[in-house]
């Protein structure tokens, strides 16, 4: 399988919940459907957040993976 293909992408490293959520919220409602957003981030809660926020808009979690403290999400624009 190919890595999917970002459309935007949005550095979250650093902040907390909510933050990270609302942030990428705010990108995603910017793309059209079909178009991915990209977020890095190093919150711990993270993983269970993009998951949630997932479920709750419908927007596919296409990725998720950690490397060396740093979870990488793409969302996709439903």
């Known amino acids: 399988m190919s890595a999917t293909e ?3 992408r949005l550095d979250a490293r650093g902040l907390f919940c909510p933050m990270p959520i609302l942030k990428a919220s705010q990108m995603i409602e910017k ?3 079909g178009e991915s957003l990209e ?3 190093d919150d711990p809660a ?3 957040d993009f998951v949630a926020f997932s479920k709750r808009t419908g927007h596919p979690l296409r990725e ?3 490397s060396d403290g ?3 999400f793409v969302l996709v624009h439903r």
Request: hydrophobic share 45%.
């Open 70 to 72: 740093t979870f990488r």
């Open 64 to 66: 998720n993976s950690e």
């Open 46 to 48: 993270a993983p269970s």
């Open 6 to 8: 970002v459309k935007a």
């Open 31 to 33: 793309l059209s459907p």
């Open 39 to 41: 977020i890095l981030a």
